[in-house]
């Protein structure tokens, strides 16, 4: 009985399940796709999906091949002295693009994310809102979407800059060196008394 | 004598030598690229190449179909007081921007230069070049290549941020309001003495 041992979940049960996400999140965006209608699309029962994906940010980041989670990433990042917040968010960021084994991921990832409307859109709801929820917990963040989108606009620059352009000396800096220069610009998007 | 007619400029020789620059900035990039091979490559005298266009800058603008001209563009916004240069910088990028004749062209531009290695060296070479030359005139640019690239990072990731992902509030808000808000940031790069 092939149909009900696929239920059950067959050993490419996890693969066909993100293949029909793929799908959904490309032709319906990130809020338009739910955990039911991928189950749907891939034939499965809906408990299959959950049991597999504790919910639809991690079917996302799945289906995206994101090699790194945000929610995971940023808490001990974000955590400290206030001071110095920009610095140790960006030495994290930009270390995961140094990284030559999950570059060339990163990089088809933003491409394809750059490329229309609707993926740029993907990246946005996806994957942005999470790193924004997470400057959202930071305590004395005032108006997080702002502020986070402001940080977001800095880093997204600075990589495209350095790994896209290949503009020098950027691409040339240590991630430690390029920190410590544009880190004030996000301590000042964060907690900066003169955006209020 | 239709071949000694183009080579005196036939109402389309203006276009088969962009058509020819195009294909060859594409294929050997901008500084692979000369006047001589575009001329070659459009069977036309290099003297012709050099009536309609009077630098090899002059046609990779013209052959991108930019909108405007960096070198035109950019010394009347550096003038003026240091304080507030990076605002008047972003005013005008980000007005250019809000233009919606303008903007499906720039968009285009951005895309196609983010797509491949090719074409964003393209960009970095022919384009960017351009604006931090302007840079390094301004009086008391320090390493304006290092600096220049700082102010370009922001700028690219404001407008990716704006017109590709659609991040709100930096969608939504006006470019007087975003340009006093990140306009510190440009200030800083160009001229901070942490920087040095």
Redesign the interface.
């Known amino acids: 009985m092939p149909v009900a041992g696929r239920r059950r979940g067959s050993p490419d049960t996890r693969g066909e399940i993100l293949d029909a996400a793929r799908r959904e999140f490309s032709v319906r965006g990130f809020d338009g796709t739910s955990m039911r209608a991928v189950a749907r699309e891939a034939d499965v029962d809906p408990a299959l999906v959950h049991h597999y994906f504790s919910g639809k940010d991690d079917l996302f980041l799945a289906a995206m091949e994101l090699p790194f989670d945000p929610r995971a990433m940023l808490p001990p990042v974000l955590r400290g002295p206030r001071d110095g917040t920009g610095e140790r968010l960006l030495r994290a960021v930009l270390g995961l693009w140094d990284d030559p084994d999950l570059r060339p991921r990163l990089l088809t990832v933003l491409?394809s994310a750059?490329?229309s409307?609707d993926t740029?859109?993907l990246?946005?709801d996806g994957l942005?809102r999470l790193v924004i929820e997470q400057i959202a917990t930071l305590p004395g963040v005032v108006d997080p979407?702002?502020r986070g989108?402001?940080v977001?606009?800095?880093?997204?620059?600075?990589i495209?800059?350095?790994h896209?352009?290949?503009?020098?000396?950027?691409a040339s800096m240590t991630a430690h060196e390029l920190a410590a220069?544009?880190g004030?610009?996000l301590d000042?998007y964060l907690y900066g008394d003169?955006?209020r």
């Open positions: 491409r750059l490329a409307d740029a859109h990246l946005r942005l979407q702002r989108a402001l977001g606009s800095q880093v997204i620059g600075l495209i800059a350095r896209v352009l290949g503009l020098e000396p950027l220069v544009t004030p610009t000042r003169d955006l």
